[in-house]
């Protein structure tokens, strides 16, 4: 049962990374355009995020399962927190800012993109040290 929590954060966290990569790709296909892009992120990150949440769920039950360390429980909940941030409250507001954007019109200047960012990118430092943490 140990072996779960390490096994599914790595696929978490292999998950991360890909979407990462793809998003910024996606909007330098031909044809591409701002609007179908965002069509396109706005439902390759829902998916994103819904998988998470299965596959965060899964690691923490296994995880409460067994013996853990310290530093190991509180990556996990700063995993969760951030998880829970990014799902419950930037992207709500980048699918609104993405619907006005698609619908032809200019949003105002916002910073909620780059916070997801920043998320995205601690999100991974987290996995990363937690996969660690689990091994030693």
């Given amino acids: 049962m140990t072996l779960v ?39 390759v990150f829902r998916a994103l995020n819904a998988s998470e949440i299965v596959l965060a769920t899964v690691t923490a039950v296994t995880f409460a399962l067994a013996p853990r360390s310290l530093a190991a429980t509180i990556l996990l909940v700063v995993l969760a927190v951030t998880l829970a941030v990014q799902v419950l409250v930037l992207r709500p507001r980048l699918e609104a800012r ?27 430092l987290l996995l990363i040290t937690f996969a660690i943490v689990l091994l030693s």
Avoid: N, Q
């Avoid at 954060?9 to 965002?38: D, H, N, Q, Y």
């Avoid at 909620?112 to 960012?117: M, N, S």
């Fill in 5 to 43: 929590p390490l096994a599914t954060a790595c696929v978490w966290l292999g998950m991360v990374v890909a979407i990462s990569i793809e998003a910024p790709l996606k909007f330098r296909a031909p044809g591409i355009t701002l609007p179908l892009g965002l069509g396109i992120g706005r439902l």
């Fill in 98 to 124: 993405a619907a006005v954007i698609i619908a032809g019109e200019t949003p105002p200047g916002s910073s909620t993109h780059v916070v997801y960012i920043a998320l995205e990118g601690l999100k991974v």
